[in-house]
């Protein structure tokens, strides 16, 4: 099946008993036996399995086109599944500028249970292949990164962990179906499917899905069983059904933000538009070459500063002025509110997570929020 396909038939059938075409959602945590004493079905207890997470990671993986997925109750329970398959003292290259919450897991988290890490930019293969240790064991790799849209070659970075005896992680949260990390070597996808693979602002999730049944994805299994972070029967139901159209909701969002980062590279009042589908994006040609589409989001940095970012987000009427991505609806968001001290990019910068509404009508917003700005 092409992802399209299984985004709507992988982990579904026509319910026997009752010909429901959509599978009801499950809410009882056990299961019983039979007079044998034998389980009825495959699920004894909700923590280790129900059908409707079974059925949501039997899509994931077919829409992946991988073999096995494990999901969890946030992206962060996900990210700590694939730290804790490590042991302490094992050794971990990460980027600085990847996903905060998962910087400060191993800053506060991870350094006091004994995993080590080094930081290094994955756009400059020679500071990764120097931040390496004997007890190197996974190179962790996000791309685009946030919030400046840089890209990390991820065969490059696969090919460099696999020659040194680690394992490749990719946190494609960005670019579900529009690259295809499992292809370029990594070994380990994984989402906060909180953003576009939910779709919708509306539900918690993570996931992470491997092409091959490893040692190391049975212990992800088994810390998803065992450390009891799942995602429940509803929002289980939910990511089934909004990856549907997940495959129809990335080309759209694709094609919104394309058009939007077209517009503001050439207004007056906009300094630099990093996003990766444009031709003076400096990597462009690697995106080019390792993604189908560049994605939904896009940072901007305004020439007035920090003063004239902040009067661009009040003026803005069809973004929220919220945190977070890839939902039907746009967000921007002045990244360096958030991220305080550790932000390593200017405080002009604003983050914008491109929404499905019409773009002519987020072209128009962002002129007259950026209009007010030229005439002063
Ligand atoms: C949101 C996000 C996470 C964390 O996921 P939660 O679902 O919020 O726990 C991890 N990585 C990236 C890139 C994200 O955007």
């Known amino acids: ?48 399995g129900n059908p409707n997470r079974r059925a ?37 290259v990460v980027s600085p500028d990847m996903y905060f919450g998962i910087r400060v897991q191993l800053e506060a988290l991870y350094s006091r249970w004994g995993l080590q890490f080094s930081m290094a930019d994955m756009t400059d293969l020679a500071q990764v292949e120097a931040a390496i240790r004997p007890n190197t064991r996974l190179i962790w790799t996000e791309t685009p990164s946030n919030p400046l849209v840089k890209i990390t070659d991820l065969k490059q970075v696969a090919d460099l962990a696999h020659r040194v005896g680690a394992l490749c992680v990719c946190d494609n949260t960005w670019s579900p179906l529009i690259q295809k990390p499992l292809d370029l070597g990594v070994d380990l996808v994984m989402y906060s499917t909180t953003k576009y693979i939910g779709g919708h602002s509306d539900l ?111 003026g803005l009427k069809l973004f929220a002025r919220a945190t977070s991505l890839g939902g039907v609806e746009s967000l921007i968001e002045h990244r360096a509110t958030v991220e305080a001290a550790h932000a390593n990019f200017s405080d002009s910068l604003l983050r914008v997570s491109v929404g499905l509404e019409h773009p002519d009508d987020l072209i128009e917003d962002f002129s007259n929020a950026l209009a007010e700005l030229v005439a002063h």
């Not at 009752?18 to 389980?39: K, Y």
């Not at 993986?61 to 109750?73: I, N, W, Y």
């Not at 400096?282 to 939904?296: R, T």
Request: hydrophobic share 45%; proline share 5%.
């Open 204 to 314: 918690l999730g993570g996931a992470v899905i491997a092409r091959t049944d490893s040692e190391t994805m049975q212990r992800i299994r088994f810390f998803q069983r065992m450390g009891g972070a799942v995602p429940s029967p509803f929002e289980c139901w939910l990511m089934l059904r909004s990856i549907s159209t997940l495959p129809q909701r990335m080309e759209a969002h694709c094609r919104n933000a394309m058009r939007l980062a077209e517009f503001l590279a050439q207004h007056p009042a906009i300094e630099k538009v990093h996003y990766a589908g444009l031709p003076t994006h400096p990597q462009h040609a690697l995106a080019a070459a390792q993604m189908s589409a560049f994605g939904g989001m896009l940072s901007i940095e305004l020439k007035g500063g920090k003063a004239a970012a902040l009067k661009t987000i009040a």
């Open 56 to 92: 949501l990671e039997e899509r994931l993986a077919a829409v992946e086109q991988a073999a096995e997925a494990v999901t969890f109750s946030s992206g962060l329970a996900a990210a700590m599944a694939i730290l804790h398959s490590l042991s302490p003292g094992d050794h971990i």
């Open 1 to 48: 099946m092409r992802p399209e396909t299984a985004a709507i038939h992988a982990g579904s059938h026509i319910d026997p008993q009752t010909g429901a075409v959509i599978a009801p959602m499950v809410l009882s945590t056990t299961f019983a036996r039979n007079e044998q004493n034998e389980l009825i079905s495959e699920f004894h207890y909700a923590r280790a």
